[in-house]
């Protein structure tokens, strides 16, 4: 099990990084491996474009949204006004695709987003947006065929926790969480201890946040669980 300052995000010592940087939990890895090269088997290149983040890390992407100084998106892909929206409208609105410092899945090393590097040129930038990874999309196919690797559970314990819209993060086809692992993650993090580990975070937005931290847990933090007790 991981120690609260890897649970939340404060030390990688549970992460193993490869050679394009990216990093996981050992357990985690052993599994992206095997469904990489199920992928393979059917022409598909599974990559990472994100997976292991820091509090650090994620805390200047929260804070980067709140200033106005990162990309702020509604859910049609607009830009947003910050300027225009209360603080609280501001935290849903970041919210809705950022994690919370501390509370973020990538600090466990269980999650990955993912992308099909046989469908792109070697130079494409991956955006991560709805339209690539739609059924019609660049990356629709290897996202199709995943549904069914995931259906028929030969998914090596992985599955989408935002798969859809459940009233907090919107829809994520492209990332993935190896649900042993975050089972019990998600299972140990408390709002009491996030909030202790978000009062000593220079974090924008803390004051009108912290109160608000049940309600932020229960609608953005937990997902549902599957069983993966043959694994």
């Not at 409208?89 to 993912?114: E, K, N």
């Not at 932020?216 to 007790?229: C, E, F, G, K, L």
Request: aromatic share 10%; proline share 5%; hydrophobic share 40%.
């Amino acid at each position: 099990m991981l120690t609260g300052r890897q649970l939340y995000g404060l030390e990688q010592t549970h992460i193993e990084v490869d050679e394009c940087g990216h990093g996981l939990h050992p357990d985690c890895r052993v599994a992206w491996e095997r469904l990489q090269a199920q992928g393979r088997e059917q022409g598909f290149e599974l990559r990472i474009v994100s997976a292991f983040r820091s509090f650090e890390r994620q805390l200047a992407i929260w804070n980067g949204k709140a200033k106005g100084q990162r990309p702020l998106l509604d859910d049609t892909g607009q830009a947003l006004d910050s300027a225009c929206l209360t603080p609280r409208q501001l935290i849903h609105a970041i919210l809705r695709f950022s994690a919370l410092p501390g509370a973020s899945r990538h600090h466990w090393g269980s999650d990955l987003d993912i992308y099909d590097a046989a469908a792109v040129p070697e130079d494409y930038q991956v955006q991560l947006t709805a339209a690539e990874v739609a059924s019609g999309g660049v990356f629709g196919p290897m996202h199709d065929w995943l549904d069914q690797q995931l259906a028929h559970d030969r998914d090596f314990g992985f599955f989408r926790p935002y798969d859809r819209d459940r009233g907090g993060v919107a829809p994520e086809r492209w990332h993935l969480s190896y649900q042993p692992l975050a089972n019990r993650c998600q299972a140990t993090v408390s709002v009491e201890q996030l909030g202790a580990v978000l009062a000593d975070a220079q974090l924008e937005l803390k004051r009108e946040l912290l109160p608000m931290l049940p309600e932020i847990y229960r609608r953005y933090v937990t997902q549902p669980y599957r069983n993966y007790a043959h694994l």
